[in-house]
């Protein structure tokens, strides 16, 4: 356990619904990231954040992701009208101002039917 | 192009055998390097990193990495395999020089499978 939570750790969904996902960090990393892992891949990145400001997004997140970190605290990761290629596992990663390793949540495992 | 390049897909190997899983990088400068540890559905662990210094470093789990400027390389080794070490090995990297979001970089893995 690195003390990154991911929630909830599965799901399930119709193509065209929402979802959401959230990760609560370790307590003192500033830094958030959501990657993106499909079978067989390794992770690729999608978005960072440095306290509540989002400074990046990979080209990877189309208009139909938006992801928050409100208060520079939790981060939710929300997907709209959601299709098949969006399965995938999605992961979190944190780390502090002082070092460039992160540590990863368990993820959380998105199936669209 | 800028990439992470793991060129065995799956390794399998018989428990108390040594192991050593590959790693090259294509990037101008020496980028921070990463080897990532990722059980069937869970998320990835750090085993060890390398940033500068001694080029043979220790992680956890008895994993040790050796890092080759020359060959662009970032191997890592355990001596003797044990079965719990079945899993999915990650090599990473982190660009060293510009601004940005010092994003990690991946490799696609490899499979480790141990025979008892």
């Known amino acids: 356990d690195t003390g990154v939570s991911q929630n909830p750790r599965h799901k399930i969904t119709k193509r065209g619904q929402n979802v959401t996902f959230r990760c609560d960090p370790i307590?003192?990393?500033?830094?958030l990231y959501w990657y993106r892992q499909t079978l067989g891949q390794g992770p690729e990145f999608l978005t960072y954040?440095?306290?509540?400001?989002?400074?990046?997004k990979s080209r990877l997140l189309s208009d139909r992701f938006s992801a928050e970190r409100p208060k520079g605290s939790f981060s939710t990761l929300e997907i709209q009208r959601t299709e098949q290629g969006d399965s995938a596992m999605y992961l979190c990663?944190?780390?502090?101002?002082?070092?460039?390793?992160?540590?990863f949540g368990p993820g959380t495992r998105l199936t669209v039917t | 192009a800028q990439s992470v390049t793991q060129p065995d897909i799956h390794i399998t190997v018989s428990e108390g055998a040594s192991l050593e899983l590959r790693c090259n990088y294509s990037?101008?400068?020496?980028?921070?390097l990463f080897w990532y540890v990722q059980s069937p559905g869970q998320g990835l662990q750090l085993l060890l990193k390398?940033?500068?210094?001694?080029?043979l470093v220790q992680g956890i789990k008895g994993f040790e990495a050796e890092f080759k400027r020359s060959q662009s390389s970032f191997n890592l080794r355990k001596p003797s395999v044990h079965w719990s070490d079945a899993a999915e090995y990650f090599c990473?990297?982190?660009?060293?020089?510009?601004?940005?979001?010092?994003?990690?970089?991946f490799g696609k893995g490899t499979k480790l499978s141990v025979i008892p």
């Open positions: 990037y101008g400068a020496t980028p921070y």
């Open positions: 954040f440095q306290n509540e400001a989002q400074l990046e």
């Open positions: 990663a944190t780390r502090t101002g002082f070092s460039y390793e992160q540590y």
């Open positions: 390398y940033f500068s210094g001694d080029t």
């Open positions: 307590s003192e990393h500033n830094r």
């Open positions: 990473a990297v982190v660009p060293r020089l510009g601004a940005g979001s010092y994003q990690l970089t």
